[in-house]
């Protein structure tokens, strides 16, 4: 059949236009299901399905259109065209033919693409950056190698185009390991940025190679001998050229961001990297009091060093969040550092996110911490602190899903952060869907197996559920650590549930005697007089729960709006019997955070509340009290059926009606 006849018969009989109407009905179908199966929760398989009948369907709309047409009196088969040709037998049917050959094979093709068995691939546009070698004789250098690292990935992760991973998530790895295609598996990025520094007098030498993870190919590597005042130049080139070398867009602002330096003052940046190294030992008072320090001498030599500023405003609002020093003073010193860089550089990232986190830590300002944390996330699209931020300001909002999305986000960039994984879980411990929290535990336990926190707190959930059997496999395995408060509380609760009390008791007297913070320290002793009392050692009991009173009573007059030390003195004087001291301080504590203000704090106070009210036998107070909590997320300890039953401290209104009805409530 001639081409010209042939084409003029697929036009009479529609089939382009039949095509073309499938074509772009085909594509809103796909669209659709892509987009919104995820969110309905349809399996992945769905999607697939309705991508092949699609295909599938796409030949036999073309044999049908061209077999049959439309017409007023419904539909009807297509008439042979009146050419001289059409005395033959129906023209264009080998054309049919390899049409539909040519249109099933490609539907076969893509069928096996979408049903095959897939193995994640790494975006090209992905990279994690390893800690450097420190190269440098002075071994105590290594903060600088640690520094430069960590600042060449600050100004990758100000790039949008690009995924970088935490540092928090790469610093376990060696500076050059072997395996580079396992740990971009674990990391989930396609590209591995090597590196070490030597710093000798006031030159430094920075080595760095872009490797692809999957074939260990070296993309690209350099080496920069620099003087010391052009550090800020090398860590520029290197995220320029790797944004180059990956293909990857930058933006006008993103250029700008990369290419910032600090400060002029090399004296001062050195002690700015101290500083963060410092901050990175941990969360106790000590570490961030060194940081502090290395960070008053960055802006004492240079007093316009902006970022430094900020660190040190984010490093004190810390502290006075986590209770650790909760006074006027540290609130003051936070506050000046904050409007110092807020003077200095206001539009620095770092700047705001230092906003963002006093905000947050110290002006307990939820809603405007959660306005500035989103707002830095087109400044700073792979920093894993701000969807980590945002998840803990939503969950105090009370914004429980949300705070959910925002965290498992937050573990795309930083895979391998435990105290991160933790709190996803933690969620849904708090919400009560314990089946979820257990299933996030283990998805954490399948990376850090042996860890004790995580298997502490997998023990709690089935505490909660009161499967203290299950509970106590997990607590056997742990080697008992008295510095970790997770495992130590957890033994507490199951000795508390199991009113088995000696082998906890030696664990606590072990724990009180280690730990130097004030507040931990005393939670700690009162969990050990809570066990003397109900063991019956009464005089023992007495002493541990006056030394916990008179250490928090002085710490108070210092710290007048400490949580902690509120709730920790409300249970102390209940131990002691004095029941109108123990409830003042705890209704104080649920005044100065109530739930409508701090879903999570609140609801601790609120739990405190309620178990003064249970030891001293108020069924009027405490049984009300109870219901409610029993249908509210948050809490410690948790308020469940299962505890309620088991607990002692609710044994004073065991016999009432009105209690006995609270356990027959579903967990």
Not at 413 to 439: K, M, S
């Amino acid at each position: 059949m001639d081409p010209k006849n042939l084409f003029a018969e697929l036009k009479r009989r529609n089939v382009y236009k039949v095509a073309a109407a499938y074509a772009i009905v085909g594509w809103l179908l796909i669209q659709i299901a892509a987009s919104t199966f995820p969110f309905l929760q349809i399996p992945g398989w769905a999607t697939r399905l309705v991508i092949v009948l699609v295909l599938l369907g796409f030949p036999i709309a073309l044999i049908l259109a061209w077999a049959f047409e439309m017409s007023p009196t419904g539909i009807r088969r297509t008439e042979a065209s009146a050419s001289p040709e059409s005395a033959a037998p129906p023209p264009g049917g080998k054309f049919v033919a390899i049409l539909t050959g040519l249109a099933v094979g490609a539907a076969g093709l893509l069928f096996f693409q979408f049903l095959r068995p897939k193995t994640a691939s790494p975006s090209e546009k992905s990279i994690a950056v390893l800690p450097f070698e420190n190269r440098s004789e002075e071994k105590e250098n290594a903060y600088f190698a640690d520094g430069i690292q960590d600042e060449i990935l600050t100004r990758l992760a100000k790039i949008s185009d690009l995924k970088v991973i935490s540092r928090t998530s790469t610093q376990h790895y060696k500076s050059a390991p072997e395996n580079l295609r396992e740990i971009g598996r674990q990391l989930g990025v396609g590209n591995i940025l090597e590196g070490s520094v030597q710093k000798s007098g006031n030159s430094v030498r920075v080595n760095v190679q872009l490797i692809q993870a999957e074939t260990d190919a070296h993309i690209w590597a350099e080496i920069y001998d620099r003087k010391l005042t052009d550090v800020f130049a090398i860590q520029s080139e290197i995220a320029a050229t790797i944004a180059e070398a990956l293909r990857v867009k930058l933006t006008g602002a993103e250029k700008e961001m990369i290419a910032q330096k600090l400060t002029e003052n090399a004296e001062a940046y050195d002690a700015y990297l101290r500083g963060i190294a410092f901050n990175r030992e941990g969360n106790s008072a000590a570490s961030a009091d060194k940081a502090a320090q290395s960070l008053e001498e960055a802006v004492g030599l240079d007093p316009k060093f902006g970022a430094a500023w900020a660190l040190l405003a984010r490093i004190h609002s810390r502290v006075f969040f986590n209770n650790l020093d909760a006074s006027q003073t540290r609130r003051q010193k936070a506050e000046e550092a904050l409007q110092t860089a807020l003077r200095l550089q206001p539009d620095l990232a770092e700047t705001q996110l230092a906003q963002a986190f006093y905000q947050y830590w110290v002006s307990r300002d939820y809603e405007g911490a959660r306005d500035t944390f989103e707002r830095l996330r087109a400044k700073m699209p792979n920093s894993a602190d701000l969807p980590e931020a945002l998840g803990y300001v939503t969950r105090r909002q009370g914004f429980w899903a949300e705070a959910d999305a925002y965290l498992n986000r937050a573990v795309t960039l930083n895979p391998r952060d435990r105290f991160l994984r933790v709190q996803v879980a933690a969620g849904w411990e708090f919400t009560r869907n314990y089946p979820e929290a257990l299933r996030r535990y283990d998805q954490a336990l399948n990376i850090w197996p042996d860890d004790a926190t995580l298997h502490a707190r997998k023990a709690g959930v089935y505490q909660a559920m009161g499967d203290l059997d299950q509970a106590a496999a997990l607590l056997k395995e742990i080697r008992l650590n008295p510095d970790n408060s997770a495992v130590v509380a957890r033994i507490y609760d199951q000795a508390l549930l199991r009113r088995r009390y000696p082998e906890a008791i030696a664990l606590l007297h072990a724990s009180v005697e280690q730990i130097t913070s004030v507040p931990q320290r005393n939670e700690h002793r009162l969990w050990l007089a809570d066990l003397e009392r109900l063991s019956g050692d009464q005089v023992a009991a007495r002493i541990s729960y006056t030394q916990a009173r008179n250490e928090l009573e002085l710490l108070l007059t210092e710290q007048p709006q400490n949580l902690d030390v509120m709730n920790i003195l409300a249970l102390a004087y209940a131990g002691l019997g004095e029941m109108e001291p123990a409830l003042k301080f705890a209704d104080d504590a649920v005044k100065l955070m109530p739930a409508s203000k701090d879903a999570l704090a609140g609801r601790f106070a609120e739990v405190t509340r309620a178990l003064i009210y249970a030891r001293f036998g108020d069924a009027d107070r405490g049984i009300p009290a109870l219901e409610r909590l029993l249908k509210l997320p948050g809490g410690r300890p948790p308020i469940t059926p299962a505890t309620l039953r088991l607990n002692p401290e609710f044994d004073p209104l065991r016999t009432d009606p009105r209690f006995q009805k609270l356990l027959e409530e579903k967990k």
